[in-house]
């Protein structure tokens, strides 16, 4: 980020200066007083079980000279400069869409029920391949994380690639002014966080906030095979809409795909361009993804041969879709969420890979937020594992209606945590398994990997 001065700030904010230094600047802004470096303004964030404004001494200990505060009678480091604001994440936000708008470069912003965080790595991988790309890191996605990411905004980068997530109604209306996207791109729309939003057509309102600031120029990339998203073709909207997909006509769409233990062969087409791409990991889903990132990449002007090396460059983000060896062992761990589009998506992952090894084990755990659709929602993953995996371990108190719903289709395990899982597992394995590890992020089933460390040498 670019220097922004105690000025520039008071003006951004409509702060009042309580104490310190009007000549300096800042570089950075951090939320996280463990993690203020020279030159960062730390932001105190009020959330529900800690304060931020009880951790400036901190902030001022390791480098922090200057801090936003929204409680007056606080006592500062004497020789801290600070600024009152009347809130502290309006402040924050207000200065993210200043360095936002610093910029005149393409910003897309993505979203959807799945797979939002692999199409989001998966673009950035692909437009790196021509344009400095700044993207989100780990799960900054909601309205704390969102302004982190713009702030890592500098003069170098060309082109942004924003993850936006959301929990509720209004989530990414919260953000999406300070990101206001060129395109903004819906992967689908799923059951996730179905107990809060009740409908599924809620979810879809919530996901279509992402067009709210799109303009005539601006254009929604949607995928035109969900039942949701293709409504938006038909309604009328200010801005342009361009879709993915592999069934009928689309701007992007994959004409035929192979999927095998070596991964995905996708022929695509767009405008008069006939071209065969390759991706290094197997499953329908991942057309979707690729199709995201292929489509932008055309967009943007750049040639097969480059979007093929942004293909091949992909590195899933942690716990998503993390295929790896140990011993004869093969693992998929894609622990870090889970909705049944997701569950489906990964069975099929592990009944493509595991015909190379001699059983199939699928650990599955509960889907998390879901509410009165649960024990259906697990029931039908119970029974789509049935032919896709040879060892049931269900795992959670709804990891039973798996369990359940898989019934006799092959060896079936019951267990309520990640560490019974494990020991469950480290009992059965043998060389030449492959295992897949799916469960929602607050089930911690990436523990289950310590035990196949051990059992599998």
């Given at each position: 980020m670019?220097?922004?001065?105690?000025?520039?700030?008071?003006?951004?904010?409509?702060?009042?200066?309580?104490?310190?230094?009007?000549?300096?600047a800042i570089t950075n802004v951090a939320i996280d007083s463990r993690k203020i470096k020279n030159n960062d303004l730390y932001v105190p964030i009020i959330g529900e079980t800690n304060n931020g404004h009880d951790y400036i001494t901190q902030a001022y200990s390791n480098g922090g000279r200057v801090c936003l505060t929204e409680e007056r009678n606080r006592s500062f480091p004497a020789e801290m400069t600070v600024i009152y604001v009347a809130s502290t994440l309006a402040a924050m936000k207000a200065l993210a869409g200043f360095n936002r708008h610093r910029y005149n470069i393409p910003v897309i912003a993505i979203t959807g029920s799945s797979g939002k965080t692999?199409?989001?790595?998966?673009?950035a991988s692909v437009l790196?391949?021509?344009?400095?790309?700044?993207?989100?890191?780990g799960n900054l996605n909601n309205e704390y994380g969102i302004p982190q990411t713009l702030f890592n905004l500098g003069p170098d980068h060309q082109i942004a690639v924003i993850e936006m997530g959301m929990d509720h109604l209004g989530d990414i209306s919260k953000s999406i002014q300070l990101v206001e996207p060129d395109i903004s791109v819906i992967t689908n729309v799923g059951l996730s966080h179905i107990e809060r939003l009740k409908t599924q057509e809620n979810i879809y309102l919530a996901k279509k906030e992402i067009l709210q600031t799109l303009s005539s120029e601006g254009i929604a990339y949607v995928n035109g095979d969900d039942e949701f998203l293709k409504r938006i073709t038909a309604e009328k909207k200010p801005y342009q809409v361009k879709t993915f997909g592999l069934q009928g006509a689309h701007t992007v769409t994959a004409r035929n795909y192979t999927s095998s233990q070596t991964g995905l062969e996708i022929q695509v087409e767009w405008e008069r361009r006939n071209e065969v791409f390759t991706f290094n990991y197997p499953g329908s889903h991942n057309v979707y993804n690729c199709l995201v990132a292929i489509g932008l990449g055309y967009f943007y002007e750049m040639t097969q041969p480059e979007i093929q090396k942004g293909l091949d460059a992909f590195v899933p983000s942690s716990n998503r879709m993390d295929i790896f060896t140990?011993?004869?062992?093969?693992?998929?761990?894609?622990?870090?969420?889970?909705?049944?589009?997701?569950?489906?998506?990964?069975?099929?992952?592990?009944?493509?890979?595991?015909?190379?090894?001699?059983?199939?084990?699928?650990i599955l755990g509960d889907m998390l937020e879901m509410g009165e659709y649960g024990p259906a929602a697990h029931l039908e993953v119970g029974r789509y594992a049935r032919d896709k995996a040879d060892i049931l371990i269900g795992v959670g108190e709804l990891g039973r209606s798996i369990c359940q719903g898989y019934e006799n289709a092959g060896t079936v395990y019951q267990v309520t945590d990640a560490l019974a899982a494990g020991a469950c597992l480290k009992e059965i394995i043998q060389p030449a398994d492959i295992i897949l590890i799916k469960a929602s992020r607050g089930m911690g089933l990436e523990r289950v990997i310590d035990f196949i460390k051990e059992g599998g040498q």
């Open positions: 670019e220097s922004i001065s105690i000025d520039e700030i008071l003006h951004i904010t409509q702060g009042e200066l309580l104490q310190g230094n009007q000549s300096l692999t199409t989001k790595d998966l673009v790196s391949q021509k344009y400095h790309t700044l993207k989100t890191e140990i011993g004869a062992i093969k693992v998929i761990n894609d622990s870090y969420n889970a909705n049944p589009d997701a569950m489906r998506a990964t069975l099929d992952v592990l009944a493509t890979l595991g015909r190379d090894y001699k059983r199939k084990i699928a």
